[in-house]
């Protein structure tokens, strides 16, 4: 099919937000002081040893290379309107999995199926296991397993696709489940006959992951797809080159028939499949708003090996498709496509710039014949304005101290997927056996730290003795040795930390109010926290004679009706001091699959966790704050406290309370919150009775409507009270 007789007209281009004045001239400020640095650190090679100077010239040129083609991709940014998704649009849902738990996959078909454009689900297990097809049974959704396991996820969508006939396909990995919305959303994109694909970011629900970091109270939350999500994705899509992911992505039938389907033959089937249809004269949209949640890596290892496998398959890409001499790409996209494979070559000048201190320390080599107090300041001032611009272009999305953590756990990663190439599928199995320990990869981490401890009393045992160094050289060299070895110390403490969790599922910090009971004591009315559908904690009023091994019964209060619980007691949190549980840990006991999925329904596939905390995954820039441009994103105080209430109109008391939860003060923010789970007819005024640990109080206000969060039941409504 052409693309020209595709159905719909042209939508308009997205809007586009520019880099703005200031951050454009900091750039140009940079290009002209690179210029001028390289162009003296040419002049200035070091004749002790040419060929380590040549490197170190090489790798700072990389650095600055790379820094200017980001900075062109991220020049402007799209911001685009939800179209309205048109009626009658015939649409499957691809799951894929492999070796996946059924609990996860669960998840994911539970939120799939309750997505609310009319579509088919569809199980694509390579697996070929008789309880995912139980599960798919169970679950009333379509099951295909290739009798022949491949490895490939291309060929595994391919296959699926034989036996489909709609015009649309939505694609999830089995760990991410869609929000209610996803189709809504992103179908009316598709208005446009010429666009083949609409991708939405890789969002992650596990905070706790190897890939996040939190700051600010635990309120800025980062992880390390961040910066692409929000800011490279949406740089590509005004250049018509956003990049197609292996999830979270609806796809046009026509544009994938019109490139044979998946790319399967390489490692990167997704880059791969997006390049091809960009090369056909296909149109892509990137929808920014994060409509899915998956699991990000927990470890070290599947991080890495999750990184190894994709730069390994982008260097495929890179071989077959001789992206730099395309004649079917625009001079935009061909930077977009450079940008996106040559980030994973970042490991070798980082590499470099790790071994420097210590071939300095031990040999006393400088990289240059300039005095050292000139190369020094010279060297600290391009490469600090370097890191100033990232931030920038970033627009506050760029975690600089997460970022060199993360070069550093996979800087041998990098290397590795542009010199190895990609390995049979029975080495990518055992690989992926081996991705499930921590240590193979925390070697190259470990033996950085061990030569920048060992450099630096050898560097100076050297210079006491020959004096081979300036004195000025051996301190700067030491600096820089001693901050490589806390970063790769940082690394591995992060590693040994997340390697510890031993909990099966993720704990969302999300309220969950309940009523429950003690044997034979009275109802409570309660706040479950930390919840999983395995278990929960929970802070209130429970008798105290309530030790480890009591049971206890109840429902919760969830979107979609109140959910009868078992639970036996596993822990009990103690006050400082010890003198009494504060709290008791408790796992769930469920008489039936229904009950379970209405409390993952709730949980899974929604940010309510990030609404309801307030998290962000932005800071203010270093422009920002020196013009008072924008306001901080967050509020210094910590993340709120919940509590249940039952509340009412004031004026209609004679019609039973519902139940809910609100803030607890924390020393800040704009007054309390009150989550309900239906909506409030804001013009009256409500009477609250507000439950917490030492007692009730009632409260009278009104509702001012904040936010409506979908989850894949019913939705969460938020509001400021106002006395």
């Known amino acids: 099919m052409a693309i020209e007789e595709a159905d719909g007209a042209a939508l308009a281009p997205p809007a586009?937000?520019?880099?703005?004045?200031?951050?454009?001239?900091?750039?140009?400020?940079?290009?002209?002081?690179?210029?001028?640095?390289?162009?003296?650190?040419?002049?200035?090679?070091?004749?002790?040893?040419?060929?380590?100077?040549?490197?170190?010239?090489?790798?700072?040129?990389?650095?600055?290379?790379?820094?200017?083609?980001?900075?062109?991709?991220?020049?402007r940014l799209s911001v685009r309107q939800t179209t309205p998704a048109p009626p009658g649009m015939s649409v499957d849902v691809f799951v894929t999995t492999r070796?996946?738990?059924?609990?996860?996959?669960?998840?994911?078909?539970?939120?799939?199926?309750?997505?609310?454009?009319?579509?088919?689900?569809?199980?694509?297990?390579?697996?070929?296991?008789?309880?995912?097809?139980?599960?798919?049974?169970?679950?009333?959704?379509?099951?295909?397993?290739?009798?022949?396991?491949?490895?490939?996820?291309?060929?595994?969508?391919?296959?699926?696709?034989?036996?489909?006939?709609?015009?649309?396909?939505?694609?999830?990995?089995?760990?991410?489940?869609?929000?209610?919305?996803?189709?809504?959303?992103?179908?009316?994109?598709?208005?446009?006959?010429?666009?083949?694909?609409?991708?939405?970011?890789?969002?992650?629900?596990?905070?706790?992951?190897?890939?996040?970091?939190?700051?600010?109270?635990?309120?800025?939350?980062?992880?390390d797809l961040t910066l692409f999500s929000r800011v490279v994705q949406r740089g590509r899509d005004c250049d018509n080159a956003a990049v197609l992911c292996s999830s979270c992505a609806v796809l046009r039938r026509a544009a994938l028939d019109h490139v044979s389907g998946f790319a399967p033959a390489t490692l990167a089937p997704a880059l791969h499949t997006s390049l091809k249809l960009h090369q056909a004269g296909w149109h892509s949209v990137y929808h920014a708003r994060s409509l899915a949640f998956g699991m990000a890596?927990?470890?070290?290892?599947?991080?890495?090996?999750?990184?190894?496998?994709?730069?390994?398959?982008?260097?495929?890409?890179?071989?077959?498709?001789?992206?730099?001499?395309?004649?079917?790409?625009?001079?935009?996209?061909?930077?977009?496509?450079?940008?996106?494979?040559?980030?994973?070559?970042?490991?070798?000048?980082?590499?470099?710039?790790?071994?420097?201190?210590?071939?300095?320390?031990?040999?006393?080599?400088?990289?240059?014949?300039?005095?050292?107090?000139?190369?020094?300041?010279?060297?600290?001032?391009?490469?600090?304005?370097?890191?100033?611009?990232?931030?920038?272009?970033?627009?506050?999305?760029?975690?600089?101290?997460?970022?060199?953590?993360?070069?550093?756990?996979?800087?041998?990663?990098?290397?590795?997927?542009?010199l190895v190439p990609a390995p049979p599928a029975a080495a990518r199995a055992e690989r992926a056996r081996v991705a499930g320990k921590t240590w193979p990869f925390v070697l190259p981490q470990g033996a950085l730290l061990i030569a920048s401890a060992v450099a630096i009393p050898a560097g100076i045992g050297l210079y006491a003795k020959a004096g081979a160094l300036p004195l000025a050289a051996l301190a700067g060299a030491a600096i820089w040795a001693a901050a490589n070895g806390a970063l790769a110390g940082s690394v591995l403490a992060l590693s040994a930390r997340v390697a510890a969790f031993r909990r099966r599922d993720y704990r969302f910090r999300v309220p969950v109010p309940a009523r429950l009971r003690f044997a034979d004591d009275g109802p409570l009315l309660g706040i479950f926290d930390d919840v999983s559908s395995s278990g929960f904690k929970f802070y209130g009023p429970f008798p105290q004679r309530a030790g480890v091994g009591s049971r206890l019964t109840g429902h919760?209060?969830?979107?979609?009706?109140?959910?009868?619980?078992?639970?036996?007691?596993?822990?009990?949190?103690?006050?400082?001091?010890?003198?009494?549980?504060?709290?008791?840990?408790?796992?769930?006991?469920?008489?039936?699959?229904?009950?379970?999925?209405?409390?993952?329904r709730y949980l899974y596939g929604t940010d309510l966790q990030w609404a309801v905390n307030e998290l962000e995954d932005r800071t203010p820039t270093m422009l920002e704050r020196l013009t008072r441009a924008t306001a901080p994103t967050r509020p210094q105080s910590p993340a709120p406290h919940w509590a249940p209430v039952l509340y009412q109109h004031a004026a209609n008391t004679?019609?039973?309370?519902?139940?809910?939860?609100?803030?607890?003060?924390?020393?800040?923010?704009?007054?309390?919150?009150?989550?309900?789970?239906?909506?409030?007819?804001?013009?009256?005024?409500?009477?609250?009775?507000?439950?917490?640990?030492?007692?009730?109080?009632?409260?009278?206000?009104?509702a001012v409507p904040m936010q409506r969060v979908e989850t894949p039941a019913n939705p969460v409504f938020l509001y400021r009270l106002a006395s």
């Not at 490469?383 to 997460?402: D, F, M, S, T």
């Open 99 to 223: 070796d996946e738990p059924l609990e996860m996959l669960r998840r994911t078909l539970l939120a799939a199926k309750s997505m609310d454009y009319p579509h088919e689900t569809w199980v694509l297990d390579d697996g070929n296991r008789l309880e995912m097809r139980e599960l798919a049974d169970e679950l009333r959704v379509r099951y295909i397993a290739r009798p022949i396991d491949t490895g490939s996820v291309a060929g595994n969508l391919n296959n699926a696709l034989r036996y489909s006939r709609s015009a649309f396909v939505a694609i999830f990995d089995a760990h991410h489940a869609p929000a209610r919305g996803f189709l809504t959303e992103t179908l009316g994109h598709f208005r446009d006959g010429r666009v083949a694909f609409v991708q939405t970011p890789l969002d992650a629900y596990n905070l706790d992951s190897f890939g996040h970091r939190r700051k600010r109270h635990g309120l800025v939350v980062w992880n």
């Open 297 to 418: 890596p927990a470890s070290i290892g599947p991080f890495v090996g999750r990184y190894l496998r994709r730069g390994q398959g982008a260097m495929q890409v890179w071989r077959r498709e001789r992206i730099a001499l395309s004649s079917h790409l625009t001079t935009a996209q061909k930077f977009a496509y450079l940008d996106d494979v040559l980030a994973y070559g970042a490991g070798w000048r980082k590499a470099v710039f790790y071994l420097a201190p210590i071939a300095i320390l031990t040999t006393g080599v400088l990289p240059t014949d300039a005095p050292v107090a000139v190369f020094a300041a010279a060297f600290a001032a391009f490469h600090l304005l370097g890191l100033w611009v990232r931030q920038e272009i970033g627009r506050g999305y760029a975690n600089l101290l997460g970022e060199e953590q993360y070069h550093m756990a996979r800087f041998a990663a990098s290397i590795t997927a542009t």
């Open 556 to 600: 919760l209060f969830l979107p979609s009706g109140k959910v009868a619980f078992a639970a036996v007691v596993r822990a009990e949190m103690m006050a400082f001091g010890g003198g009494h549980a504060k709290g008791i840990g408790c796992s769930f006991e469920w008489s039936s699959n229904a009950a379970r999925d209405a409390l993952e």
């Open 654 to 702: 004679l019609v039973p309370p519902h139940v809910g939860f609100v803030s607890l003060p924390t020393g800040g923010g704009d007054g309390p919150r009150l989550a309900t789970l239906e909506p409030l007819d804001i013009k009256l005024p409500l009477r609250l009775r507000i439950v917490t640990r030492t007692g009730s109080r009632s409260v009278v206000g009104r």
């Open 16 to 75: 586009r937000e520019p880099l703005g004045r200031a951050r454009v001239m900091l750039v140009w400020v940079y290009v002209g002081v690179a210029v001028a640095y390289l162009g003296w650190r040419a002049t200035s090679l070091g004749s002790a040893n040419l060929v380590f100077s040549l490197v170190f010239l090489a790798a700072e040129a990389c650095a600055a290379a790379g820094l200017l083609l980001h900075a062109f991709v991220t020049r």
